[in-house]
């Protein structure tokens, strides 16, 4: 391990520290318990689901109104590519969208703030003292959890290794990583977990890696690549469900017929993925073209790679009951970031090694 880091230039060990460091702050708020809930209960809460203190820290909305309101700016951008024409024409329109960004996740944050402190008052003997003191105080504490989230993110765009949205976005699951991977192993070798299954999950994570990061590696981590990458299974995920609900609904005008259909599980659902994959590939190649900015490999790539990973994972679960300690969208990000920061560290040793050759 010493020997690794000795290979890596200093300034990209700093960022890797600065990351580290960024990951470690927002893995301690999430074990801060949310003000005014009552530690017997929540430890009854935490004893049936261990992962609910993460949903009753401080953090408890954390990069989630962000992220809500990241969706919805790529989806215009996406629609309208006139948008993303004019964020990329001047440095000044990027930081004025960002700004935007900014405004609408904090609403956002008061807005889901509030529906959790009301939640949180229906769960009975959660809550010490439910009421309006109880509310103000516990949308304060979840919007400032959210703006330190944010704010972490800020630092390790900026003096990290960047992706500080998919650090965060992935924190959680590489938390919990150690302890599934445990839990599996010790469930193999008892027998209550088949050993086929073990070996499918690693077998299409570890295939899933591979296609993902040869994907990155061809683009050579062009950033419109890895930015219709990281987003596509996000946005066609979070598409997927009213499209269908909405093509149920003219089809059978019926409100639970129209519900079974958005449902995943179903053939036509999975069909209905994967051309949603193939319509949001596509439109961020128009969108960015529209801003002068091309995709250096093909689109057919993207998409096989992308709609298989997602829907090759939820068909595994399904029909093969394979637990897999990341999900396809986790393994994608993972992946993606994974490369990105291969080929700049990469890139940062290359100035070094042509400074040795030259002595």
Not at 129 to 143: S, W
Not at 315 to 324: K, T
């Amino acid at each position: 391990m010493l020997t690794v880091l000795k290979m890596i230039e200093p300034a990209f060990r700093r960022r890797l520290a600065i990351t580290a460091a960024a990951l470690a702050a927002y893995c301690l708020g999430t074990n801060i318990p949310l003000p005014g809930i009552d530690p017997a209960a929540l430890a009854q809460v935490a004893n049936q689901d261990p992962e609910t203190i993460t949903h009753l820290s401080v953090f408890a909305i954390g990069i989630m109104p962000l992220l809500n309101a990241m969706i919805l700016f790529e989806a215009a951008k996406l629609l309208l590519p006139a948008i993303r024409r004019w964020e990329a024409a001047t440095p000044r329109n990027v930081y004025r969208m960002w700004y935007a960004l900014v405004g609408l996740s904090l609403l956002l944050a008061v807005l889901q703030a509030g529906g959790l402190a009301t939640a949180l008052e229906d769960i009975g003997g959660l809550v010490i003292e439910p009421g309006h003191a109880f509310r103000t105080t516990a949308i304060a504490t979840l919007v400032a959890g959210s703006i330190v989230t944010i704010s972490l993110m800020i630092v390790i765009d900026t003096a990290g290794t960047g992706f500080g949205l998919w650090w965060l976005f992935l924190a959680n699951g590489l938390i919990q990583l150690p302890r599934t991977s445990a839990v599996l192993a010790v469930a193999t070798s008892s027998g209550e977990y088949a050993a086929g299954s073990l070996l499918l999950a690693l077998a299409f994570t570890a295939l899933a890696i591979a296609a993902v990061v040869n994907l990155v590696l061809a683009a050579r981590a062009a950033p419109a690549t890895v930015h219709a990458t990281l987003w596509t299974p996000i946005i066609a995920l979070t598409a997927i469900t009213p499209a269908m609900f909405t093509l149920g609904l003219f089809a059978t005008w019926s409100l639970d017929r129209a519900t079974d259909i958005a449902l995943p599980g179903s053939v036509p659902w999975y069909v209905a993925l994967a051309v949603v994959v193939a319509l949001v590939v596509w439109l961020y190649r128009r969108s960015y073209a529209a801003a002068g900015i091309g995709f250096p490999i093909p689109s057919a790539p993207i998409i096989a790679s992308l709609a298989a990973i997602v829907i090759g994972g939820a068909l595994l679960e399904q029909y093969f009951a394979v637990v897999q300690p990341l999900g396809g969208t986790q393994l994608i990000i993972a992946a993606v970031v994974g490369a990105s920061m291969l080929i700049e560290w990469r890139k940062s040793a290359q100035p070094e090694e042509q400074a040795q050759q030259s002595a």
